[in-house]
């Protein structure tokens, strides 16, 4: 059966949605070459897409980084990391040695200009070799912190030319957190905007780029049965859970002065939330579904100092202080539990829990919608009443992707007795693909000029906007601790104080 629906993308902006893939030469080049997001994330996912022939040929990565080394040894330790972290393994040494020969590096740190003439004369001899038309594509992966000087400097470099779009491009992907607070973040913007046009910026979240977050709008709006139920109407309430079973990792230094809601709540849990409260957009077009992501995050209710104290548990895993390059005294929380509200018309009075942590006891991503319980207790005895669930729809993100729906049923017998059952579709037992990793679905986006799955400038000022409050509260408050938690747990119990009030529950991590 052919579907009579029209193609709202094509009428609107005549333009296909999906458009035939447009593989642009370019030259990748990323600041922060030496750091963990390189070798963890950026090259394993370039050579996925390699490997998969998903890049022009007329690509190559140019590393920056403050430490002297050769091309080679720099391709050696990427070697390594590619090894150890590429989502396909073993890895194919044919294609890695292919591959490599495009890879150099520029020694430079983020102020010394020279650095940046050497990066502009190996840009400039690349090009002539490989062809690449003069596209480039900066990578930030660095604290925001530098993307001010580094800006400066490829503005003075003469590095900044072009436009976002049509051949030659200049596009800047950075790395979030953007900036520190409001007002960092506001200033970045400004910063920005003085030498970049808003379609040269690629505001990266990487979640936006997971294949599970996206099914988040086409299991809403692909499917007639759940979007008539959208609303405050049937849904009681809905829970977005980021628990990570790993700690700091490593990365002491760095989270100690970010914490959990500068790290995961500013971004990949307000990107999720957004998309979960959404209107549908007018099209998918980039700015269509962008404008109704930003409305959401305007319409957060703002926290007052009080508010802030009665919605927000923060919490810190017991061991964080002992960490490598953490405060021994340190008060940053590793978790946090918010419960907050959407002030529009669709979502009035209807709570969203977030919940995010580190080392808890197992790592799940996943969004649960509780749908209001039924209104009349029809089975006759109260205690088959009392056991009825409410129908909870659950997104799960990670790690075991998929969706499923808790209906009740009833059990056989002669008896009327109600069970809870759950209907599951799980991603790896209906497809044969693997799922990508996120950075490989956004460094191509970033390369074909597609900024849907990024941040605009207003989305990541909204979103600074209501956690600025939660920050300052906290960070205003130097006499408070944050609640300990043990390792491997489910998190402080203090997070059930913003439940227990409403005979609500947390949905078990353990399950
Ligand atoms: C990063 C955070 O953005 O996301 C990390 O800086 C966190 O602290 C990571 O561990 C989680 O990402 P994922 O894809 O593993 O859920």
Redo the contacts with the bound molecule.
């Keep these: 059966m052919t579907s009579n629906l029209p193609n709202i993308s094509r009428l609107k902006s005549g333009e296909l949605f999906l458009q035939p893939d447009r593989l642009e030469p370019c030259i990748l080049v990323i600041f922060g070459a030496a750091g963990d997001l390189t070798r963890r994330k950026l090259l394993p996912a370039l050579y996925n897409l390699v490997r998969e022939k998903a890049l022009d040929e007329r690509f190559a990565v140019v590393g920056y980084s403050r430490s002297p080394q050769s091309d080679e040894a720099f391709r050696e330790i990427l070697h390594q990391a590619v090894s150890d972290y590429s989502r396909a393994q073993p890895i194919d040494e044919i294609v890695w040695q292919q591959f490599s020969q495009s890879i150099s590096y520029v020694e430079g740190n983020f102020e010394d200009p020279e650095g940046y003439v050497a990066l502009r004369e190996r840009l400039e001899q690349l090009e002539q070799t490989i062809g690449s038309e003069g596209n480039r594509l900066f990578y930030f992966a660095t604290p925001p912190s530098a993307a001010p000087v580094i800006l400066h400097r490829l503005e003075e470099t003469g590095l900044l030319t072009g436009n976002g779009e049509g051949s030659p491009w200049t596009r800047v992907i950075m790395e ?2 953007y900036g520190r607070d409001l007002d960092s973040a506001t200033d970045l913007n400004r910063i920005v905007g003085e030498v970049l046009q808003e379609n040269q910026v690629y505001r990266i ?3 936006l780029g ?1 294949e599970t977050v996206q099914n988040i709008l086409v299991a809403r709006l692909g499917n007639t049965i759940f979007e008539p139920l959208w609303n405050r109407k049937y849904i009681d309430h809905i829970q977005i859970t ?1 628990a ?1 079973s ?1 700690g ?2 490593g ?1 002491g230094r ?2 100690d002065q ?1 914490g959990v809601l500068r ?2 709540v500013q ?2 849990l307000l990107q999720v939330l957004s998309l979960c409260a959404m209107e549908p957009p007018v099209s998918f077009a980039a700015d269509d579904i962008r404008d109704k992501r930003v409305e959401v995050l305007r319409s957060l209710r703002p926290f007052n100092a009080q508010d802030v104290f009665d919605h927000v548990i923060y919490g810190q895993y017991r061991g964080y202080r002992d960490e490598d390059d953490v405060d021994t005294k340190s008060r940053t929380p590793t978790y946090a539990a918010i419960k907050c509200y959407i002030d529009n018309w669709r979502w009035q009075g209807v709570p969203f829990y977030m919940r995010v942590g ?1 080392h808890l006891s197992k ?1 799940v ?1 996943e969004i649960s919608v509780v749908f209001r319980p039924v209104p009349l207790c029809l089975f006759g005895r109260d205690d088959v009443c009392q056991s009825l669930e409410p129908n909870i729809l659950t997104i799960r ?2 790690p075991d992707a998929g969706i499923a729906l808790k209906i009740s049923s009833k059990r056989p017998g002669d008896q009327m007795d109600v069970g809870n059952v759950e209907m599951d579709f799980s991603y790896s037992e209906t497809y044969e693909s693997p799922i990508k990793d ?1 950075y490989e679905r956004l460094l191509l986006d970033a390369i074909k000029g597609d900024v849907t799955l990024f941040a605009r400038r207003d989305e990541v000022e909204y979103a600074w906007r209501f956690v600025t409050p939660i920050l300052q509260a906290w960070e205003g408050a130097q006499k408070r601790q944050p609640v300990f938690y043990a390792e491997g747990s489910e998190g402080p119990v203090e997070a059930d104080t913003l439940m227990d009030r409403y005979s609500r529950q947390w949905r078990e991590i353990e399950t």
């Design positions: 979030k957190p979240d990487h979640y997971k980021a990570e790993i700091v990792e990365r760095f989270y970010t790290d995961m971004s990949h580190k790592r991503t993100i990670q996120a």
